[in-house]
């Protein structure tokens, strides 16, 4: 019997093919899965408004995601006097193209990442760190202040939001011992109760650091009630006012791709990657259905924090601007500081 | 597993794309007209060096590198721009004293390069038997407030007067 999947795959093509596989299939998934939030997006609005949503095209509106994507890749891509064209077109893709690259290092499954990299979570932060860029030159070069002014409001936003989630991220780090991100789930071996979200005999405020994390996440990707840099009621469509077509396509699919990406990182962080959460059930994780079985897990936990996402947009009304960063700095980052504090102490004393 | 085919050439190949990237970065910084270009072309070279970093065995200063000189700086220098400089910048029409500044700065970039060339050429470099550290989270914690404490305490100490002034500044602003 082959020993994983890995291996499998390993042991017929070398490691430069078995990377451009995985890279491929992240593409392909990332593309799919913004096509499908979307529908659950709309989908999950109207039940939330209690209406039925898209049900003409195809069962439950499901080939609704086709036709949009149709429509958006035959539209003209419009370049508005005065831009400054280089920037303006480079900006969409260079919002998508770092979580791509983030997206190779999350571990769907044992042994089931494109590059298992021992500074895997630095790596997702680092190219994190150039979507402000992204948005930023994209409303900049739109030559519009409603996009300018988005663009400002991007930056203090992300700036307020990296301090209390990197200092999260700290946390973990110290908890785990390792930035490696299969490291951590291997970590969080065992039920439920051995998750980092439920470890409290390390730190008593686990669960909410889990919860500022996940706030974090969401003001980071610019969703609801944090979605300053859109805010479509004040600012038409923020920085992507003046993009046509596939343009502003690019941008959304990489927003759901960010959204993704959040939320695979919580599961791994938190909630115990592809660990399931009764126990090994089948033994042995290693043969290729108790990968299979871990792959099903991620992706029940990352859907489920996915449809939180949409859920808490169309639950709760947008902010305002100065509570936005109020909550950042008075509270988010006093917390995360505890949290910090609290943790290394507690390791210190009782774990060492 | 065998080598894969042309592994050797890949590598060359990988090597010549991060300096290229550098190098195209540092002259989309230094010959652009528009600021905000010469900023993203700052971007393009520290990605360059990110990737000569990793191709140099270290990982984590390669991410180091784009986590805080394009996530950090310049986003920070954008940020700065577009609130002082909406507008097209003026063209300086003064063209003597355009002259006489570029000719001072390649004189000075000259001098830096003649001197970096030297040091390169000429200087005895001698790898070391074995990695000084694995690099890892705990070796890097260790070397930072062991060997490199001082350096670290400074670093920490210039950043904290920073803020300060900056808090400073922004006081007297606000009082205006």
């Not at chain 1, 994390?213 to 980071?220: I, K, N, R």
């Not at chain 1, 805010?231 to 927003?255: D, Q």
């Not at chain 2, 080598?3 to 991060?18: D, H, K, N, Y």
């Not at chain 2, 305490?153 to 009082?175: D, K, M, Y």
């Amino acid at each position: 019997m082959f020993q994983s999947l890995n291996h499998l795959i390993s042991a017929w093509w070398p490691e430069p093919l078995r990377l451009i596989l995985f890279l491929v299939g992240i593409m392909s998934f990332v593309g799919l899965n913004a096509a499908y939030l979307v529908w659950v997006e709309r989908k999950g609005a109207a039940r939330f408004q209690r209406r039925p949503g898209p049900t003409e095209v195809g069962w439950a509106g499901l080939l609704q995601p086709i036709a949009d994507a149709a429509k958006l890749m035959s539209k003209q891509l419009i370049l508005p006097a005065g831009v400054d064209a280089t920037l303006f077109r480079v900006a969409p893709l260079l919002m998508m193209s770092p979580v791509l690259m983030s997206l190779a290092v999350i571990p769907w499954g044992r042994n089931l990442a494109a590059c298992n990299l021992n500074v895997g979570l630095l790596m997702i932060f680092a190219f994190g760190s150039i979507n402000v860029m992204a948005i930023m030159l994209g409303g900049w070069s739109s030559r519009n202040k409603y996009a300018i002014i988005s663009a400002a409001r991007v930056v203090s936003q992300n700036v307020a939001y990296e301090i209390p989630m990197l200092l999260v991220v700290i946390t973990m780090i110290m908890v785990t011992g390792t930035m490696n991100l299969s490291e951590i789930v291997i970590q969080q071996s065992g039920a439920f109760w051995h998750w980092n979200i439920f470890r409290v005999w390390i730190n008593p405020l686990m669960p909410v650091t889990f919860l500022i994390f996940f706030t974090c996440m969401l003001a980071e990707t610019n969703r609801a009630p944090f979605d300053m840099a859109e805010a479509e009621s004040e600012l038409v469509a923020g920085a992507y006012t003046e993009y046509s077509g596939m343009g502003f396509g690019v941008f959304f699919m990489a927003e759901y791709a960010n959204i993704l990406l959040g939320c695979a990182l919580a599961t791994v962080l938190f909630l115990g990657g592809w660990q399931s959460p009764i126990g090994n059930l089948l033994g042995d994780s290693q043969s290729i259905v108790g990968v299979l079985f871990g792959v099903f897990w991620f992706f029940v936990k990352m859907y489920f924090l996915v449809f939180s996402v949409v859920w808490i947009r169309w639950t709760f009304p947008r902010t305002q601007f100065y509570r936005l960063l109020n909550l950042s700095w008075k509270i988010l980052i006093p917390i995360s500081l505890v949290t910090l504090i609290l943790s290394s102490a507690m390791i210190k004393l009782f774990h060492q | 597993m065998e080598p894969f085919p042309a592994s050797q050439m890949i590598v060359g190949a990988i090597f010549l794309i991060c300096v290229g990237t550098a190098v195209l970065g540092a002259l989309i910084a230094a010959l652009t007209a528009r600021i905000i270009r010469s900023v993203c072309g700052l971007a393009i070279c520290c990605i360059g060096l990110a990737g000569l970093y990793y191709f140099l065995n270290s990982p984590f200063l390669a991410l180091m590198e784009i986590l805080i000189y394009i996530g950090a700086v310049c986003v920070t220098i954008v940020f700065a721009v577009m609130l002082a400089e909406p507008d097209e910048p003026v063209r300086d029409e003064n063209f003597g004293s355009t002259l006489v500044w570029g000719g001072l700065a390649v004189l000075v970039s000259a001098a830096i390069f003649w001197g970096l060339w030297r040091l390169g050429a000429h200087q005895d470099w001698t790898a070391p038997a074995t990695r000084v550290t694995d690099g890892s989270v705990k070796a890097i914690g260790y070397s930072l407030l062991t060997t490199y404490s001082m350096a670290f305490e400074l670093i920490s100490l210039a950043l904290l007067v920073a803020i300060v002034g900056a808090l400073a500044i922004a006081r007297t602003g606000r009082t205006k």
